[in-house]
T-cell receptor, first 115, second 115 residues
Framework: KNQVEQSPQSLIILEGKNCTLQ??????????LRWYKQDTGRGPVSLTI?????NTKSNGRYTATLDADTKQSSLHITASQLSDSASYIC??????????????FGTGTRLQVFP | DAGVTQSPTHLIKTRGQQVTLRCSPK?????VSWYQQALGQGPQFIFQ???????QRGNFPDRFSGHQFPNYSSELNVNALLLGDSALYLC??????????????FGSGTRLTVV
């Protein structure tokens, strides 16, 4: 069964601190892995996308890593800001038919940044 | 360049009623996927439409049906509403066959409340 698991479920950090979110997956056939940021009641916004051959990708203060052998990914947030408070969702794409992918979502990590 | 547009933004329905949600994909995208996100959970895949046909389907009952129009816009229909159908319904568009570097773009969602 295709599955994406994230940890921790929730995290509280102080502004300016760094943090790392984890994602483990069992998805086949694997296409790519994405990290999304979702504010409450809003649609997810893409942070990074990585294919099988990529092991790191950065987007500003966000850096994602991918270990395709162990099927693990992490999202590192540097120098956190209050606006980073949101849910961070790991999404793994499974190759589908008709050149389309099916997205399998993790349940997310709820990050709260306090001043 | 318009992103994904969903309507309405909020909706309240009574148990047993039927509802139709609408989605206009990002310009240039031809594939539309629908997701249900319960409060505090990750989105769950409902189905995906490409070339006006349902190409993939998640584990949702037949009460959930959809349609894609020649202009690539899509509708999600839910019949015989249950209290458990209350959720944020997300639409995501993409371009088939473009590979991992062309991400999914999500709309802001429709918040459905069944009373």
């Amino acid at each position: 069964k295709n599955q994406v698991e994230q940890s921790p479920q929730s995290l509280i950090i102080l502004e300016g601190k760094n943090c790392t979110l984890q994602c483990n997956y069992t998805v086949s056939p694997f296409s790519n892995l994405r990290w999304y940021k979702q504010d409450t009641g809003r649609g997810p916004v893409s942070l990074t996308i990585m294919t099988f051959s990529e092991n790191t990708k950065s987007n500003g203060r966000y850096t994602a890593t991918l270990d395709a052998d162990t099927k693990q990914s992490s999202l590192h947030i540097t120098a956190s800001q209050l606006s980073d408070s949101a849910s961070y969702i790991c999404v793994v794409s499974a190759k589908g038919s008709y050149n389309t992918d099916k997205l399998i979502f993790g349940t997310g990590t709820r990050l709260q940044v306090f001043p | 360049d318009a992103g994904v547009t969903q309507s309405p933004t909020h909706l309240i329905k009574t148990r047993g009623q039927q509802v139709t949600l609408r989605c206009s994909p990002k310009s240039g995208h031809d594939t539309v996927s629908w997701y249900q996100q319960a409060l505090g959970q990750g989105p769950q895949f409902i189905f995906q439409y490409y070339e006006e046909e349902e190409r993939q389907r998640g584990n949702f009952p037949d009460r959930f049906s959809g349609h894609q129009f020649p202009n690539y816009s899509s509708e999600l229909n839910v019949n015989a509403l249950l209290l458990g159908d209350s959720a944020l319904y997300l639409c995501a568009s993409s371009l088939a066959g473009t590979g991992a570097n062309y991400g999914y773009t999500f709309g802001s969602g429709t918040r459905l409340t069944v009373v």
